[in-house]
């Protein structure tokens, strides 16, 4: 079978190595790399950019990326001889914020990026990368990172305004300096990285199995779709199977979990748009959501039930049909409870043209998740790259063509049924027994690993050595794409009274960018 | 808008009668982990330290002569100990595991020349809670939160906690916007060094007297990021911290527990004890 995406790698002279049947490997040189890339990103999404160093070895600057109509992924990269390399940026604007990741935690600088500031370090000392050298000298930070200039917003009347890093309500902390000439939002410079925690680089190390838990921790509301990612990344390394009924089971927990993520994201649209009833009852039903996972599985956010090969758990048929009960219930009052939103004026009218992502924009800096196809971008990772027990059941993808909040919104609630529907295949088609899987083939190698999370979808690259410990792991979550637009829609002619409506629609976790 | 109040009607009272003995416990999910020391060997004990992935659970010595320390401020909750060893750690659905002293979150066993595992060292700690004037919050709480670094679990939880099943208003509590109003200070996640000075700031804005709550395992001892040199914390290093609700996250019903229990309002269930029930 020739490829799509083989013929459009050879089409730019490479030579593809295929290094399992959806994980393509392809390697230039520094100088050719952004060309290629580019060249590529004209038909593929740029999925990941990102430096990953095993010393000795010099850094190895890699990109992810797929395209329609072909469920593989390619890996491209480039070792990097110098401590610079030409920026991609000018040419496809996907890349700008992997490229200041790259700067700021590796120290490699992209040349010629249009605004190479920094991400999260924000009055760090230049000379400092994370993700190069640890330990870090922290006597020097003990004051707020606010030095960081912003873009310099003028005219007459404009002022600023800062909101955060200490929210009002018990909200993530992150911060927003918005621009404004009295009620609208002229610009909005997000200031994020306040939560960096360094998981990646606590992992090394570790043995793959126990960093499971560092990967269920980038994010609480995603705890499990980037816990699924990174053990799959594992045992695709490891050539390690897992069993139909294992296959079921994470599938049957990742849409539990878009569940009570969804039902949050749109209980806290409907707070803020003042109606408190509508926050109630979504606020029952995630609290719903979340003790069906506690009785499930034993922890409310799912942690703790992923393990290389498989899963710690078996769900028996008592608290499956009682499962399957209640999901049938979620049904029917989601659904009345959205019509009833739809009904509401209050409401519509505060989303309706609010906070909008152009479609062109989202395609041209490769959103993904729910805020790119409430902008017409019809990617999910669970139809374009079938994993788990995917395959099994019949969903559709949700999109949206308008792009504001009254899209996301629609996407959300959407979105729900079809997990719902999900669910409610899987538990009636529950496969028999329980095969042991067979032990895996080795314990050293590298791979990709990828599961939709409520956010969109979340890329996993872990490379392990003979001991089966981590070298090196990346995690690109949605957040890590999807905050760049988010700072674009605020300033596309809103208020500053739209700024809670816009940040529930986008519903992105300052931790899962942070890390 | 009619509509919206009917079906707030048409739903009914789903509020939880917590903290009542009878609603414990409903969140279905475990709230705490205790080992149960009279059923575990010395083999068993270095076992589950090995397995541990945070400092809840550490070992010395040998099979002849040892200790094993259990911190529950640790405790991720991740279950490799109970499932490896259901008989000797324990699953406890009880939400009631918030403490006012960091010790009584800890204890150490030991064994040796024959022995079987005894605890050593239940420390008596009431005396070391020094009584503050916090009875002056009986009636009413306003409360500060500041994430410093969480993984959006505990504000999850917390978020909760307004949902109507808890509903804390009803007891008086508030999350309250600004640090000026606010009487308590709680806390979430391992103090990250980008967050230290804001937390010190609002912690500095607030007016005397007032509490800390240290929510989750990261608050109190950084949890799964110990060795992480990005962390500051954890926060009972930089301030003064008068409850600590363990759990990752804690359950709201948990993190209501604790809020209580700093204002005077709930009484303290000895983590470390093996029956968990007497307090000290």
New interface residues.
Partial sequence: MTRQLEQLVASGGLQVAWRRQDEAYAQCRQREFADQVSALARSATLSDLFVATVPPAPPRLTAVMQMVGDPAWLLLSTELATKAFPSLTPKLHAASWYEREILEMHGLEPLGHPAPGRL???NWPADHY?MRD???D?GS?????RSNPGPAVTGQGVFQLPLG?????????AEFLFFSGGEDIVEVDLRL???????E??AEGQPAD?AI??AE?????S?FANGLAFTRAVERAIGSSVSTVDEHTRTLLAELERVHSHF?TIGRLAEATG?L??A??Y??L??EA??????L?????L???LCVGGM?IELEAGPRDELKTQVAGWVERSAGLKR?LE??T?FTDRLDTTAILLPDYAAAHHVIGPVGRASAIDRDARRDHPYCAYHTVEFAVPTQADGDAEARFQLHANELVQSLRIMLQLLDSWPAGRERSAPPAGRAGSALGWAEAPGGETLHWVELDQEGSLLRWRARTPAAVNWHPFAHACGSGNNLTDFPVIEASFSI????FDR | MSRWIGKGIATGVRTTSFPDAQSLGEEGAASAIRPVWQSLTPVQALAAADLCPTAALEASGTQSKGELRFDAGACILCGRCTREFPAGFTRVADPRVAVRNRDHLRTTVKWGDGQPLAPASLREAADQVQQRAFHLFRRSLHIRHVDAGSCNGCESELQMMTSPYLDLHRLGLFFTPTPRHADALLVTGIVTQNMKAALLETYAAMPAPKLVIAAGACAISCGSFSSSSMSAGPLDQLLRVDAYVPGCPPTPQALLHGLLLAVERATERNQAAPDGTHGP
Avoid: D, M, N, W
Avoid at chain 1, 165 to 173: I, L, T, W, Y
Avoid at chain 1, 509 to 512: M, R, V
């Fill in positions: 999260r370090l924000h994370p640890l330990p870090f922290v930070l003990s004051q707020l990172p890093p200490v929210r009002s309500g018990p909200q993530e902390s990285g306040f939560k960096y925690r360094a998981i680089r606590l126990r838990q560092l921790r980038l994010a609480g509301t705890a949050g109606l009833v509508a109630s009852q606020g029952l995630k609290e979340l003790r069906a996972a506690g009785r599985t034993g922890h409310r956010y942690r703790g039930v710690e009833l009904q509401t209050t976790s300052p931790a899962e």
